[in-house]
Structure formats: structure tokens, C-alpha cells
């Protein structure tokens, strides 16, 4: 595998259903991200991570639970969600510091809808 | 507050040049990135700027002016796999991207 791959692609749940969505990076980065993409809305930031540390957490309610059990690794819990979390779902991974500008890369995504 | 604007729609036809414009006001300014997203797929890297001037790259240059706040993608010779949205994002101050909505481009034969 190279480059950040995310897991599940597609997933449907209910409201009451407990999912949750998995992300690895083989770059060798220090930092990884979760983002909302809605139709026609700009990237919305939900958690960085830098070294395994959650730096940013931007107002994200409490349905949505990150974890980062080491620095190639980022999951997001998901739990009693509602209709108008349905969206794409990036994982993303950089390389922060040492004279890096920080570039993204991103993975596939998972395509949420919950019903 | 931050933003950055860019439009939302652009029409060109194969073989001819585009210029998709990003303005943006943000708390500091580490850069200025442009991203290309095909329907589907994750956002992928073109360019970054954090200089005055413009950086070329093939078909596809930017152009960067800190003090207006302001840059562009130009795209050359356009081709039909150039549809798809292109994303403008500045890194701030804390080093955290802010992004604009994207500006989906439709290539017309």
C-alpha cells in the first residue's frame, strides 16, 4: 500500500448505529487530519493530530470521537449521527516542521450517509 | 474572520487557456496551495506559492501577489481530463489550511 488509504469507501448507517471509519498513512508523516466535505462548501477542519497529539479540535460535537493510537493511524468513531452529517469523509497526512510547507496528501475518503 | 473566495463555476472549451482567480484574507499567510478533485477522488496536490511571481509547471501555472491577497491557476491546452474542481487554500499563521469552496471547471469539446 502506498500513499493514505481510508476504509470503509462507502458506508450507510441509521441514526442509532455505532460505525467507525479507518485511516493509515505508508508516508511516513507526522500529522494526520479528518475533514468534512459537504456538496458545494469548502473543506471543513474537524481533528489534527501532530506526533499521536490532538492539536485541533474545531467545535466538533461530540458524535464524532477521533483516535490516534500511533502516528500512521487515525479513526473516527461514529455515533448516534444524524442526516446532515452525510458527506465525504477525507483522512489527510503531512509532514509538519524540518522546513516542510506542510502539503497534504489525502486519501479516497468515505462517502457517509446516514439515514 | 478568514476567507477565501474563488468562483464557483467556470466553463472553457478544449485547447484554450482558463485563469481561475482566489482571493483571500486570512490571519498570517505560510502559502498558498492549489489542489485539483475529480468528481469522486481525493483532492490532489498542483502547487504552492509563497513568494510574489509565478511558478510554471507544464499546462498549469499559479500566480501569487501577497499584497493584494490575491493569486490564480493557470491552466494551457486544455484537455477534457481537466474537469474537475480546483481547490484554493491558504496556511495561516498556525500553520492550519483554510480552504475556499473550489471552483468546479467544465472542459467543453
Known amino acids: 500500500e502506498t500513499g493514505v488509504t481510508q476504509t470503509p469507501r462507502h458506508l450507510v448507517m441509521g441514526m442509532t448505529n455505532k460505525k467507525s471509519l479507518k485511516c493509515e498513512q505508508h508516508?511516513?508523516?507526522?500529522?494526520m487530519y479528518w475533514y468534512k466535505q459537504s456538496a458545494k462548501k469548502p473543506l471543513e477542519l474537524m481533528f489534527v493530530?501532530?506526533?499521536?497529539?490532538?492539536?485541533e479540535n474545531n467545535s466538533v460535537p461530540s458524535r464524532f470521537s477521533p483516535e490516534c493510537p500511533n502516528s500512521s493511524h487515525l479513526f473516527l468513531h461514529l455515533h448516534t449521527l444524524q442526516p446532515e452529517d452525510s458527506a465525504l469523509y477525507l483522512c489527510?497526512?503531512?509532514?509538519?516542521?524540518?522546513?516542510?510547507?506542510?502539503?497534504?496528501?489525502f486519501g479516497p475518503g468515505t462517502r457517509l450517509t446516514v439515514l | 474572520g478568514q476567507n477565501i473566495d474563488q468562483p464557483t463555476e467556470m466553463t472553457a472549451t478544449e485547447g484554450a487557456i482558463v485563469q481561475i482567480n482566489c482571493t483571500y484574507q486570512?490571519?498570517?499567510?505560510?502559502?498558498l496551495f492549489w489542489y485539483q478533485q475529480h468528481a469522486g477522488e481525493a483532492p490532489t496536490f498542483l502547487s504552492y506559492?509563497?513568494l510574489d511571481g509565478l511558478e510554471e509547471k507544464g499546462r498549469f501555472s499559479s500566480f501569487l501577489s501577497r499584497s493584494k491577497g490575491y493569486s490564480y491557476l493557470l491552466l494551457k491546452e486544455l484537455q477534457m481530463k481537466d474537469s474537475a474542481s480546483y481547490l484554493c487554500?491558504?496556511?495561516?499563521?498556525?500553520?492550519?489550511?483554510?480552504w475556499g469552496a473550489g471552483t468546479k471547471l467544465i472542459i467543453k469539446p
Open positions: 486570512t490571519s498570517g499567510f505560510n502559502g
Open positions: 487554500a491558504v496556511l495561516d499563521s498556525n500553520y492550519q489550511l483554510i
Open positions: 506559492n509563497v
Open positions: 508516508l511516513g508523516h507526522n500529522a
Open positions: 493530530y501532530n506526533f499521536k497529539e490532538q492539536t
Open positions: 489527510a497526512s503531512s509532514q509538519v516542521g524540518g522546513g516542510s510547507y506542510n502539503e497534504q496528501f
